[in-house]
């Protein structure tokens, strides 16, 4: 059974660094492509970030220059390094994972799933 678990996230202030880790089991990490996504109240959850199985990388224009995703294959985790932190980056940030990297643009069902780890902003 495929699970994703994410640690990290927490209070923060504006300006404010945060690193979130998922840790990934039951399925064959390297060959699967992974991202984050956030998901704010009354927003749709969206991708943030996401890296293919061969370091690929893509972002989210609201991200790009201050996040960071890797992955490490030795451990089957993947990271997303997140700086200047602003209040609207405030969300619930979830792994995914997918055979298809051009799938994770989106959120689907088809992904598996983490249960999310809470990011705070404060301004």
């Known amino acids: 059974q495929v699970q994703l678990v994410e640690s990290g996230g927490r209070l923060v202030q504006a300006g404010g660094s945060l690193r979130l880790s998922c840790a990934a089991s039951g399925l064959p990490f390297s060959s699967y492509h992974m991202g984050w996504f956030r998901h704010a109240p009354g927003k749709e959850r969206e991708c943030v970030a996401r890296i293919s199985t061969g370091g690929i990388t893509d972002y989210a224009d609201s991200v790009k220059g201050r996040f960071t995703i890797s992955r490490d294959n030795a451990k089957d985790t993947v990271f997303l390094q997140m700086n200047f932190l602003k209040p609207d980056d405030t969300a619930v940030y979830l792994c995914?994972?997918?055979?298809?990297?051009?799938?994770?643009?989106?959120?689907?069902?088809?992904?598996?799933w983490g249960q999310g780890t809470q990011v705070t902003v404060s301004s």
């Open positions: 995914a994972s997918s055979s298809s990297f051009f799938e994770l643009r989106s959120a689907s069902d088809s992904h598996y």
